[in-house]
């Protein structure tokens, strides 16, 4: 086990310091999305543990998502208004934001460890409903649809006065999302992570081993509630403000169908998924630019066809190549590498 | 008292029409084992297909007739041409499947007709009866519960006591043995999906009326509404999803009436958490979840 | 319900071990690679102004073209398009053609985030104008204003675009909310006085800002029953149940297009008919009427405002001018109150480039707009100056007869705070002959 860490951890940093390069050679709005990307894979990474090795399906990771993002943006604008600062004062918020989509995971996962198949998607699919709408309920605190704006402290003078802000938000989201792949990589490969997969392939027989099902369900609940927190808090800090449209239903299942074509339970997959989720939208409307039509079939087009092509390549994927973008990668890797690994079962 | 009385009538018309979806999505679940995520924007296609035959042809009921149709159509085509295909090792890959039918259904909706809202026409009058001053129902509502209740009997005699709904039944809970005993699963299953999907057609002509008006996203709200309702009365039974659907109905009435209609997404929520902790299965499922 | 054991996905077998993990980090790592190639980067500047060249100007602005909000607001952009199109037949302005992106958010914030920073850091455009939403563009403010993009004309009422100390580069366009509260409830103490008033506004910043006008006119206990409503539930029946079991007989809404129908349909079955005064956001008769479709007789009598001409008055030589535009370069789409609004803001929009000079610059635009002056086709003042950045500052009364809605009355101006409502005597100008301001 010891040496799955440090290994993780030699692949962690082999990592940051690619993706700091790559912060310099992009432009601006490149280290945005890829900003956007990394935020998006905190939570992808948690859904895939939480849906593919745990076999419990959420379609409410955006209300999770929201729990996070709402209490970070609440404290930094009361560390503003209580003339705060340092450097401290994000990571502080950050982690109020986990801590409070920490707890909603716990609540969700408590209801939702009695449940099974459709009831389980029921649940959650409410939450990912009711959960944006309690903003309108308390909108003194929350204040509705229009939402807050996040108060964010400029980048620090030591990194130079023509810093592009782009580039520090890119390194804050890229820490986030490095510290999190890094956490679930170890998650997965130690004995709660077998207790997980055990769970999800046979329940009796997994009771019957002395795994304690319920408690093995919520605590998959609980992990991957507190990585959308984190990406919530995450996306709050880089779009600068919150509000419930940015966490609708629509997110939520985007997020399960993103996880789903990068390649469910894998890691990997969830790095796709995030990937997909930025480009996709933008190589849409392109595409719909690159037609040149007249401008009433534009309009007509214009954000229609991208959830055509999304749900499209949605069900082509799924008939397919059930495995994903990474399934495809794996056989292709595997036919490259033909030493197997002996713990395998079952090749698809 | 007058405020209550209001408020009770106003919320059972509007659980009335979760009702209807409800029994969609419980016809689905006894007859396929799934819940068809597809369901509102299937039903959503068809009351679009309503409209431009009504807008042809200027009869309303030709274009009911019209939805009906195009909603067993759609079911047989669904079911046959991308869900047969789907790899049964995960229930999560029917549920991924439907929520990307869902996409590309609002989208060629929205292609295809635009994005205004149209006026969805409501074949009997809307204005309810008034007795003393106080507001009853409308011959609209009362259309809406007359049809409910036909549907639920009419689904509860055909799982019960007919053959075909037998056989429904048979090859939705044990397709093996159902196809050693003769029973022809896939054909079932098709009808099963058909039959939902004309139900689900019957259910969104009844909601459309009362909303905003007729838009590619017009039934996803009802959608989680009814799915609410349909698990608190219980995905098995068709007298729970009438009950789950006019409980809701009602819940949401009261509370919008007296606590403000932003409280509304807190009483649903808080309803659905008591019922799941009390009665997982759902208020009136026959049927124990088996603990080990 | 019998619980079988679960089947295994057989795409979820094989643990993540280290050689997929590397290639398939190592692919990841060069698909982003792959896009930032292609994402081409000139972030050596230098000095030219961005979005500007000697034949072309750059603008572009975020509106709701899907989803539930696009009903009506999506076919604003469009016009404002095509009036450009006119311009730029003519030669465009001081020599530049004007290019007009439009981006798509939704009406959800997120996507604004998205947009508008697409069209600042990888379009280059030289200004945002009409930026439309309360919510969906007080999320980009800050954004603009550290970037110094000139945020011209915000498609709202609210009153955050007034802000000229935090936003300088920030206007408005739409008299405030505010304003408009104010101006109804003076018609309404003037012509209705000793009549019960009643308000249901949006649970907004918009439904507050209106209830705040119309309460500083009439009074903190001038409004009998007060009542929100959310664009997420669509049931207006507790609220209107509510009005009716008051008394109400006139109810102000400060209400989107779709739910005036709802409001006006809902009152209707229950059998409640007041006066309805509705705000100029949701009060538009043929965006109404299409909503209301059988029902649309329900609009008769029903009191508004309005600042723009109307479309319905062809005598009107702006309204003649813009259907023009709008049959030549617009595809001839049905001609209503968002199409006119559209061209109102490009030619404000051609005006301040002209004001700005042929060295065109973002600072120029900035102080030609506040410089102000303008005068158009709006019936109102414009009240742009070194400390007012709001917009439009009056409007004047619209009756639905028949199937029609006609303005009568004077113009009232006001501010938002506690000045009086005043009538304002100016006539707007009449337009030039080829429609493009004179330089």
Redesign the interface.
């Known amino acids: 086990m010891r040496s799955t860490v440090v290994?993780h951890l030699a692949?962690t940093l082999a990592?940051a310091a690619?993706l700091l390069a790559?912060t310099y050679?992009?432009?601006?709005?490149?280290d945005?999305?890829?900003a956007?990307a990394a935020a998006y894979l905190c939570v992808t990474a948690g859904l895939t543990v939480l849906?593919?090795?745990s076999?419990q399906?959420s379609l409410g990771h955006g209300a999770l998502m929201a729990t996070g993002a709402y209490p970070v943006a609440l404290a930094q604008n009361e560390f503003r208004d209580r003339d705060i600062s340092g450097g401290w004062v994000l990571p502080l918020s950050l982690a109020i934001g986990v801590a409070a989509a920490l707890v909603a995971g716990l609540v969700v996962g408590l209801?939702a460890a009695?449940?099974?198949?459709?009831?389980l998607?029921?649940?959650t699919?409410?939450?990912a409903?009711?959960?944006p709408?309690?903003t309108?309920?308390f909108?003194s605190v929350f204040n509705?649809?229009?939402?807050l704006?996040v108060y964010i402290e400029p980048p620090p003078l030591s990194l130079g006065a023509t810093f592009?802000?782009?580039r520090w938000q890119a390194w804050i989201a890229l820490t986030g999302a490095l510290l999190t792949m890094f956490l679930l990589?170890n998650l997965?490969?130690s004995r709660y992570g077998r207790h997980f997969?055990a769970v999800?392939?046979?329940?009796?027989a997994a009771?019957l081993a002395g795994i304690d099902v319920a408690r093995t369900q919520v605590l998959a609940f609980v992990v991957s509630a507190a990585c959308a927190g984190l990406g919530g808090g995450l996306?709050a800090v880089?779009?600068?403000?919150v509000?419930p449209?940015?966490?609708?239903?629509t997110?939520s299942?985007f997020l399960?169908?993103a996880v789903?074509i990068g390649?469910?339970?894998?890691?990997?997959?969830a790095?796709?998924g995030a990937?997909l989720l930025v480009?996709l939208?933008?190589a849409s409307?392109s595409l719909t630019e690159a037609l040149s039509l007249?401008?009433?079939a534009a309009?007509?087009?214009?954000?229609?066809?991208p959830?055509?092509i999304?749900?499209?390549?949605?069900?082509v994927v799924?008939?397919l190549a059930?495995?994903?973008v990474?399934?495809l990668?794996?056989r292709a890797?595997r036919r490259l590498?033909p030493r197997q690994?002996h713990?395998?079962?079952?090749?698809? | 008292m007058d405020r209550f009385v209001f408020l009770t009538f106003d919320g059972l018309s509007r659980g009335a029409v979760y009702a209807a979806f409800a029994l969609a999505l419980v016809l689905i679940w006894r007859g396929a084992r799934i819940v068809n995520f597809a369901q509102g924007a299937m039903a959503v296609a068809t009351v679009y297909a309503a409209y431009s035959v009504t807008s042809a042809t200027g009869s309303y009921w030709l274009g009911f007739g019209a939805a009906l149709l195009f909603g067993l159509a759609l079911g047989v085509v669904v079911e046959r041409g991308v869900m047969r295909f789907v790899a049964h090792t995960s229930p999560l890959n029917a549920v991924i499947v439907a929520l990307g039918l869902v996409l590309v259904i609002q989208a060629v909706l929205g292609m295809v007709y635009g994005n205004e809202y149209r006026p969805a026409e409501a074949p009997f009058s809307r204005t309810a009866f008034t007795v003393g001053g106080l507001a009853f129902l409308s011959r609209y509502d009362v259309f809406v519960f007359a049809a409910v209740v036909a549907l639920m009997v009419g689904l509860a005699l055909l799982f019960t006591r007919t053959a075909v709904g037998l056989r429904l039944r048979a090859a939705a809970f044990a397709p093996e043995v159902s196809r050693l005993l003769g029973v022809n699963v896939a054909g079932m299953r098709t009808l099963a999906w058909a039959l939902a999907s004309a139900v689900g057609a019957l259910a969104a002509m009844l909601v459309v009326p009362t909303g905003l008006g007729l838009h590619p996203t017009s039934m996803e709200l009802v959608f989680v509404t009814a799915f609410t309702a349909a698990v608190v009365g219980g995905l098995d039974s068709p007298l729970g999803a009438v009950a789950g659907g006019l409980a809701v109905g009602l819940l949401l009435s009261y509370v919008s009436g007296y606590a403000g209609a932003e409280m509304t997404p807190v009483a649903v929520l808080l309803l659905l958490l008591a019922v799941l902790l009390v009665r997982p299965s759902g208020l009136f499922s026959g049927v124990a979840a088996r603990r080990v | 319900m019998k619980r079988t054991p679960r089947k295994r996905s057989a795409a979820l077998h094989v643990p993540p071990g280290a050689p997929q993990k590397t290639i398939a980090g190592g692919l990841a790592v060069a698909l982003v690679l792959a896009v930032a190639a292609c994402g081409g980067d000139d972030n050596g500047g230098g000095a030219s102004v961005p979005g500007v060249t000697d034949t072309e100007v750059v603008v572009g602005t975020h509106m709701p073209l899907t989803g539930p909000a696009s009903a009506g607001y999506s076919k604003i952009a469009p016009a404002t398009k095509a009036y450009f199109d006119l311009v730029n037949a003519n030669g465009g302005v001081h020599g530049r053609k004007i290019t007009y992106k439009i981006m798509d958010d939704g009406y959800n914030p997120a996507n604004t985030q998205q947009v508008v920073r697409q069209l600042v850091l990888q379009d280059k455009v030289f200004a945002i104008l009409n930026g439309l939403g309360t919510g969906t563009h007080t999320g980009v403010l800050d954004f603009l204003a550290s970037n110094r993009v000139p945020d011209l004309f915000v498609a709202s009422g609210s009153r955050s675009w007034d802000q000229p100390d935090k936003y300088p580069g920030t206007f408005g366009f739409n008299p405030d909310y505010t304003v408009e509260g104010k101006i109804l409830a003076t018609y309404i103490q003037k012509n209705f006085a000793g009549q019960k008033v009643c308000f249901l506004g949006q649970d907004d910043d918009f439904g507050r800002d209106s209830l705040l006008g119309v309460e500083k006119v009439l009074g903190p206990t001038g409004v009998a029953a007060k009542q929100k409503y959310v664009t997420s539930n669509a049931n207006v029946g507790p609220q209107i149940g509510a009005f009716k079991a008051a008394g109400c007989q006139v109810v102000v809404l400060a209400t989107v297009p779709p739910f005036t129908a709802l409001s006006i349909g809902t009152a209707a079955r229950l059998g409640f008919r007041p006066q309805w005064v509705v705000s100029n956001v949701g009060a538009d008769y043929l965006t109404l009427s299409g909503l209301l479709g059988a029902n649309k007789a329900l609009l008769e009598g029903m009191l508004a405002v309005g600042y723009l001409p109307s479309q319905f008055d062809l005598d009107d030589p702006w309204t003649a001018l813009f259907k023009r535009v709008n049959d030549q370069y617009n595809a001839a789409a049905p001609f209503d109150g968002n199409i006119v609004y559209g061209m109102a803001v490009g030619y404000l929009f051609v005006q301040a480039l002209q004001a700005a000079g042929k060295d065109l610059t973002r600072e120029g635009i900035i102080a030609a707009v506040e410089k102000g002056g303008f005068r158009g086709p709006g019936l109102a003042p414009l009240r742009y100056s070194g400390d007012d950045h709001s917009g439009y500052g009056g409007h004047r009364m619209t009756k639905v007869t028949g199937s029609t809605q006609d303005y009568f009355g004077p113009i009232y101006e006001t501010d938002e705070a506690d000045g009086p409502v005043k009538e304002y005597a100016e006539q707007p100008p009449a337009p030039p002959q080829n429609g493009i301001p004179a330089a």
């Open positions: 290994r692949l990592a690619a790559l050679g992009l432009a601006p709005f490149r945005y999305q890829l956007t849906t593919g090795l076999g399906l209801a009695r449940l099974r198949g459709p009831y998607a029921g649940v699919l409410a939450v409903v009711i959960v709408a309690l309108t309920a909108d509705g649809d229009q939402g704006s592009p802000y782009e990589a997965v490969r997969r999800r392939d046979d329940e009796v009771r996306l880089l779009a600068q403000s509000s449209g940015a966490f609708s239903l997110l299942l399960v169908m789903v390649g469910l339970g894998r890691l990997a997959g790095v796709w990937v480009l939208p933008e409307h007249s401008p009433a309009q007509r087009l214009d954000g229609n066809l959830l055509a999304f749900g499209t390549t949605l069900v799924m008939l059930p495995g994903g990474q399934g990668l794996a890797a590498h690994d713990r395998e079962v079952g090749t698809p």
